[in-house]
């Protein structure tokens, strides 16, 4: 990031106005705010201090300690401050956090030090920039939100900076800003579907890659529901063999077997099996992967993967790898004697291997689970004493009505899958006991909730399980398939007759999350009965709402990415845009844009609003007109009246009415309380006149020789009625 | 041979008329002129390119990042900016430049152009629309209707005559993000004419009737106003204040001055180039006629002035009087005119104010 440097000499170029300051203020408030919650908390209340010191020096200019505490020296010096502290905290500069946490003080300084038109200009870029480094943390709805008040203050403060004679008005920025963004929001719309997203870093600090989601090698329940939220990159796929179908995408990755009642962790023999992991190819020693008893080959899938960095040892395969990763970079991998495909060194680098699997959901092992050559791994298998007992329970009984383990795993899928449970990102899960908690009471989870409830009823009943964590599914981008962090997914791994097979519990709630994706599995409208079976207060099904709206947010927003911008090209009949169509949509969009601002009704000038007299006055003619009585071009409405009464007798009353009320609002101007009450009961009298129909029908054809009225008569009747 | 310089000639005019297109180099303008847009430009201010450059940074965090939240922030701020550019082409375009004055003073004193601009259509409203030339500056806010007059002040130093120049209509309502601008050159000129030398000899007096001149001139602001009551006429710009009717313009119907008939008729002077013949510098001599007619006007003599030679007549009336000379009674010219004869002198291409 670059270090923009501090203009040391004041006041350079146009000095800013006092009025300015607020709007200043507030932009830097408003762009600093989302970051309070991310930042040491040294670092805010620096940067807040900093913004109070530059509104006191323009409060107070005669101040001498304040101004000398804001000239640009100074503040030069609290950032280079800055930079040692930052530096200490973090432990390294150069990387995101560090970065933006120093953004976030230069901008402060830079708003204490501002006193130029050019300081300010540069202080509105700068908080621009600090506004959408927020995102590195949070994409959420809110976040999205609370970014609008901060887009209305740049627009504001550079509304004001211009100025020559500035204003103390509020609102004029604001609604010209606000006119300016609705104008823009097309473009914007435009840009943000079509501009092409880009894949991948164009670079990435060393740090930043620390601070990635991805998976981990322990599992607590919830973390891979919050590393679902991620849209980012965990890896992409070129098949060099047809593309497997969805269920077979299970993308084997870290391994837990040892389980302490919360928290799923890799096997206690992680040290000893990175010893002894499996001196053979897969491929050629195939008593690993065939059934011993069958003689037909699984299906065998090529591909090569483009890992991203994620700082840890392992490597992804498709369950189950039939071969170690063969690399260009001759980066040394091995298979661990749990299947794990292991890398000698953290991926540091975008790494590209090709890599050999067969699609089978098992893999056959000599050894017995539980023991690594001659070693008990005491919990591969087994229950954990004093926690999760209504579990163990539970899977005591399950015991007891299947003996056989097939039969047993089988039904705890059933039970998944006909009792009420919630294919859920937001589970409510607290206690001590959170697999009891999930299993009986909330029944609310994410894959890892289902996988390690599975897996421990598994072991209560003394079949060896364990978890596997990894990523499922997967989405083609023309030639190749991305897997993100969203894909995360964690399913079981149960040893039954000598084999370690797949159980993917989830796919017992939530089938098309297998099928189609995370995205499909949970649907924005809840399902209701589903609903229905739990406390349905006000409160839940508003919460229920706002986390499919958010939902709606992550997938529509959030996610969008270039599956969904082909989808909406293909749509639109354009399967595989060119550069060429995509600048001719825009440069269409932007000249039909372009001529409606300018040739339609969005002038600047704000509409006025028109007396009601006169609306009702048209009202009035036009009610007449489709009776059949035309006004005459020399015609007032007391003449029009006294024609009207004239083919009229029947309604003379309400004629006369509301020719001497539109008479009064128009030419005597009343005081407005009298003014209101007269519109009243013209809206009423008008509202009460039969249909236009009838009076065709009830015209007065005979020429009658009734005394012509006159203003007298109108002016007593308008009497007698208000 | 021919055709070549026909062709050349041919290819230098498009040249300059697409020179004069962009830049307007000619004064060829003629008022009133509303700012369409042909002539309108619109480019990013310094504050639009930074603004620019903080979108782009957005644009590659978010890129780098995969910040979708990232992107639509850009893109809502390119749409703020580029509606912008529309609001700001809006708030321009319907100006109209309705007049330029030409401009006198003395050299010394600034010149001052009144301009006077108008909304084309009646509804639009133009927001810090601001004017300048070479070295005169103004601003104004240009409401629907009404006319809003600018005054351009220009700084003077010598005697001559000075062209307004082109003049560039410009604002960066509302965000000054956006600078649009357009040219307009209008064969406007400012006279300077030389400063009244300050204790100028008597003036001789005309050839033709070599009666003796008056003792003295201490009389001066009395002497319009003495004699027979001779009638009220119109007002007529250039007529001493103290013959105003003071008891017309009272009742509202107008100004009007007094005239009466001087008890005798003051000698009728003959300015001439050649009476300054005992100062040698031209600038010198100027300002000494200058003074003369300062002094007639304000005696209100009939004189003629005769620059000779190197006259130029610089009026709007010049075309019709092949006549260098102008006959001078006071109320067939008027001081002005005689002023920017003076400021005209030696000057050949009014234009460019050259000689």
Redesign the interface.
Known sequence: MALISLSVSPAKGESLSVATVPWLAALVMLAQMPHYLYLPWWVSLAGATLVVLGVARWRHPDMRWLTLLTNGWSLTLAAAIAVVLIKAHYGYFIG?DPCVAFLFLLVSCKFAESRSIKDA??L???S??L???R??YS?SLI??IV?VPA?LA??GA??V????KPTSSLTEPLA??GK??L???????L??VI?P??P?????LPHDSAATTGLSDSMTLGSISELSQS???AFRVDFDTPVPNAQSLYWRGPVLSQFDGRTWSQNNLQSLSSQQSLNFLPKSDKRYLLNPDASATPPVTQYTVTLEPHQRHWLFALDVPASLPVNDAGTQARLSHDFQLLSATPVSDTLRYQQTSFLQDRYYDTQPPGRVDGQVSGQVSGPVSGKNQRTHQFARQLRQQYPDDTDLANAMLRWFAEEPYFYTLRPTLAGDNPVDEFLFDSLRGFCEHYAAAFTVVMRAAGIPARIVTGYQGGEMNGEYMIVRQSDAHAWAEVWIDNAWRRYDPTAAVAPSRVEAGIGAALPSDEPLPTLARFDTSWLRAAHLRWDSVNYQWQQW????NTGKQQNLWRKLGFPNPSPLHVALVVIGA?ALW?LL??RGQW???PLRRRPPEDRLWERWLRHLQLSGLEKLSHEGPQDLGQRAAKAWPVHQNSILSITSALVTLRYSSPIPVARNRLVTTLKRDLNSLPSPKEWRQSTNHRDNNKATLTLSDLNGHYTDRV | MNATTQQQSSRQSNNRSFKQRLFRTEANDTLPLPVTHDRIYILPR??GW??L???L??L?????????????????????????L??T???MAGVMLHSVADADAVAGEPLLFDAVLTGKNP???HI?IELHGERCYA?ADVH?GSRTKLELLRPTDTRGVQPLGRLTIES??????WRSWAYIHAPVVGYVSPQPENQPPEPPAASSTPEPQPDGLTDTTATTTHGEFAGIRPYRAGDSTAAIAWKQLARGTGLHTREFHPEHSPDRLSLSWEQTNALSDTEARLSRLAAWIHMAHRTARPYTLDLGPYAHLSTNASDKESNTAIDGTSEEITEQQALRQLAAFGITDLSSGTA
């Open positions: 995101r200009t540069l509105i870029c700068l621009a920039f506004l959408s480094t995102y590195f994409q976040s999205g970014t887009v740049i627009g550079f509304y900076i211009r100025q020559k010209i800003t300016l963004l104008q823009g929001l097309p473009i914007a719309a840009l943000f501009f997203r880009l991948g870093p164009l670079w990435s849209g980012a990159v927003v959030v996610d969008f932007a372009s601002l300018l002038s600047w000038r | 310094r504050r930074a603004f450059a903080a979108l940074i957005i590659v965090a978010s890129i780098n990042y995969g910040l979708s939240l990232g992107y639509a922030l850009c893109f809502l701020l390119t749409g703020l900016f580029a509606a912008t529309l609001a082409y809006r708030n509804h639009s409203e810090d601003r629907a960066d309502y509302p965000l000054g993000l």
